[in-house]
Antibody, heavy 117, light 108 residues
Framework: EVQLVQSGAEVKKPGESLKISCKGL????????IGWVRQKPGKGLEWMGI????????RYSPSFQGQVTMSVDQSISTAYLQWSSLKASDTAMYYC??????????WGQGTLVTVSS | EIVLTQSPGTLSLSPGERATLSCRAS???????LTWYQQKPGQAPRLLIY???SRATGIPDRFSGSGSGTDFTLTISRLEPEDFAFYYC?????????FGQGTKLEIK
C-alpha cells in the first residue's frame, strides 16, 4: 500500500526556522512527484508546489515562490518542506500528497504548524 | 492562473436526497485534469473523482462526476450520513495546480 507519513505537530515562534517531513512507504519513492498543500484554519486547500524525488526538480506556486523550500533525501525516501523565518500567517495544516496525472493521491495525514509568540 | 469557483458555498440536504455540486473554471480545463476530493473534519482530503468522471478506487457508485470545458459537476445520487463533508475541485494545467474554495455539504 502506498503511504505518505508526515512528521508531528510543531509549535514555533515568529522568525524561527522549520523543516517538516513526508516519508514515502510502499512504492518506489523516486518515481512519483510529491506535492505540498496548505490549509489554514477553517479555510480551503492551497497548492504550494511539487517536487520530483528522482532529480529534485521543483515547481512552486507563484504564491509560495521564495516563501518556502522543498527538498528530498532519496536515501530515506523523505521529502521536506522548510521555512527560514516563520510568520504567524504560516500557521496552518500542511499536507504532502503523491502527484500523478494532475491529481493528488494518496495524502499524508498532515502536519499542524503553529507559529505564535 | 485558472480560478475555480465552486457553488454553492454551503448545501443543506437530508439523507437520501440528491446533491449537485458545481465547479466553474475561469478558462477551459482539460477534463483529464479535473479532480474532486472529499474532506471530513480532522482528516486529510481523499480522492473521489479524477478525469472529471472516473471514480477513484473504493468510491461508491452514488458518486459521479461530469462536465467539460469550464463547467463541471459532482453528483451524489442518494446521500448517506457519511457523505456530509467538504468537497473541493482541483485542476492541473500549464504546470500549475489550483483548488476551488470548497462546498460544505451539511445535514438539513
Amino acid at each position: 500500500e502506498v503511504q505518505l507519513v508526515q512528521s508531528g505537530a510543531e509549535v514555533k515562534k515568529p522568525g524561527e526556522s522549520l523543516k517538516i517531513s513526508c516519508k514515502g512507504l510502499g512504492y518506489s519513492f523516486t518515481s512519483r512527484w510529491i506535492g505540498w498543500v496548505r490549509q489554514k484554519p477553517g479555510k480551503g486547500l492551497e497548492w504550494m508546489g511539487i517536487i520530483y524525488p528522482g532529480d529534485s526538480e521543483t515547481r512552486y506556486s507563484p504564491s509560495f515562490q521564495g516563501q518556502v523550500t522543498m527538498s528530498v533525501d532519496q536515501s530515506i525516501s523523505t521529502a521536506y518542506l522548510q521555512w527560514s523565518s516563520l510568520k504567524a500567517s504560516d500557521t496552518a495544516m500542511y499536507y504532502c500528497a503523491g502527484a500523478v496525472a494532475g491529481r493528488f493521491d494518496p495524502w499524508g495525514q498532515g502536519t499542524l504548524v503553529t507559529v505564535s509568540s | 492562473e485558472i480560478v475555480l469557483t465552486q457553488s454553492p458555498g454551503t448545501l443543506s440536504l437530508s439523507p437520501g436526497e440528491r446533491a449537485t455540486l458545481s465547479c466553474r473554471a475561469s478558462q477551459s480545463v482539460s477534463s483529464t485534469y479535473l479532480t474532486w476530493y472529499q474532506q471530513k473534519p480532522g482528516q486529510a482530503p481523499r480522492l473521489l473523482i479524477y478525469g472529471a468522471s472516473s471514480r477513484a478506487t473504493g468510491i461508491p457508485d452514488r458518486f459521479s462526476g461530469s462536465g467539460s470545458g469550464t463547467d463541471f459537476t459532482l453528483t451524489i445520487s442518494r446521500l448517506e450520513p457519511e457523505d456530509f463533508a467538504f468537497y473541493y475541485c482541483q485542476q492541473y494545467g500549464n504546470s500549475l495546480y489550483t483548488f476551488g474554495q470548497g462546498t460544505k455539504l451539511e445535514i438539513k
